[in-house]
């Protein structure tokens, strides 16, 4: 970008050194013109005037165009700089690309569950997606096209940001997917007081230890599949 900049100030001094030779030579002439008497040397100085009024004006017009053009070729490098991988893949792939995103030898639905537990406990803050892809071990790109998939199926939330001079996304989580393969160990199922459970009451979902347990359980679960 700064070398960019450095170019249209070039461009645009080269457009104001020629406008001002002109313009000086159009002062020249006008001073020169009151001691001449002949009629000649009168319409030859008018010429001049004429046309050095003429070349201003052509000069002023170059350097406004050639201003509009590099202020938008700036602003167009400027909006390809900002672009992160995601927006890449997103002019990239389809929607059921997408959709369909696997990470070979993965369990994507325990993923999910994990992503989802990291995100929980940011909660409104959320967490930036480098961070979480570290914490996942995921590849960039595998990353970035999981967030891609998860915001589609509006389980999160992306917002842009720039952290340490780069745009990047803060992922916050939205909804919790349920997952019929974690209820199979559910405790309430084999629950020997799930008749005397409720919300409000001594034995409650809101207190059980066994429910805690399960849950980080699910969470902390290896990512591939057995």
Same mark, same amino acid.
């Given at each position: 970008?700064?070398?960019?900049?450095?170019?249209?100030?070039?461009?645009?001094?080269?457009?104001?050194?020629?406008?001002?030779?002109?313009?000086?030579?159009? %002062? %020249?002439?006008?001073?020169?013109?009151?001691?001449?008497?002949?009629?000649?040397?009168?319409?030859? @100085? %008018? @010429?001049?005037? %004429?046309? @050095?009024?003429?070349?201003?004006?052509?000069?002023?017009?170059?350097?406004k165009t050639t201003q509009k053009i590099e202020k938008k070729k700036a602003k167009e490098a400027e909006k390809e700089e900002e672009k992160t991988l995601e927006d890449q893949l997103e002019e990239q792939l389809s929607k059921e690309e997408i959709e369909n995103f696997q990470i070979e030898k993965v369990n994507m639905e325990k993923l999910t569950t994990r992503v989802c537990g990291i995100l929980a406990e940011h909660e409104d803050k959320g967490i930036i997606q480098s961070e979480l892809w570290k914490k996942l071990k995921?590849?960039?790109?595998?990353?970035?096209?999981? @967030?891609?998939?998860?915001?589609?199926?509006?389980?999160?939330t992306r917002e842009k940001i720039l952290e340490k001079e780069r745009w990047t996304y803060k992922l916050i989580l939205k909804k919790t997917p349920i997952s019929t393969q974690s209820l199979e160990n559910a405790p309430c199922l084999t629950c020997p007081v799930e008749q005397k459970c409720t919300l409000e009451g001594e034995i409650s979902p809101r207190t059980c230890t066994w429910i805690q347990d399960w849950v980080f359980l699910e969470i902390k679960k290896p990512l591939k599949a057995q």
């Amino acid at each position: 970008m700064g070398k960019k900049n450095d170019d249209v100030d070039s461009n645009v001094e080269k457009l104001k050194d020629k406008l001002k030779i002109s313009k000086e030579k159009k %002062k %020249k002439v006008e001073k020169n013109e009151k001691p001449k008497s002949t009629k000649t040397k009168k319409k030859t @100085a %008018k @010429a001049e005037i %004429k046309k @050095a009024k003429k070349t201003e004006k052509t000069e002023n017009k170059k350097i406004k165009t050639t201003q509009k053009i590099e202020k938008k070729k700036a602003k167009e490098a400027e909006k390809e700089e900002e672009k992160t991988l995601e927006d890449q893949l997103e002019e990239q792939l389809s929607k059921e690309e997408i959709e369909n995103f696997q990470i070979e030898k993965v369990n994507m639905e325990k993923l999910t569950t994990r992503v989802c537990g990291i995100l929980a406990e940011h909660e409104d803050k959320g967490i930036i997606q480098s961070e979480l892809w570290k914490k996942l071990k995921l590849t960039s790109r595998d990353g970035s096209r999981l @967030a891609l998939k998860l915001e589609r199926l509006g389980i999160i939330t992306r917002e842009k940001i720039l952290e340490k001079e780069r745009w990047t996304y803060k992922l916050i989580l939205k909804k919790t997917p349920i997952s019929t393969q974690s209820l199979e160990n559910a405790p309430c199922l084999t629950c020997p007081v799930e008749q005397k459970c409720t919300l409000e009451g001594e034995i409650s979902p809101r207190t059980c230890t066994w429910i805690q347990d399960w849950v980080f359980l699910e969470i902390k679960k290896p990512l591939k599949a057995q």
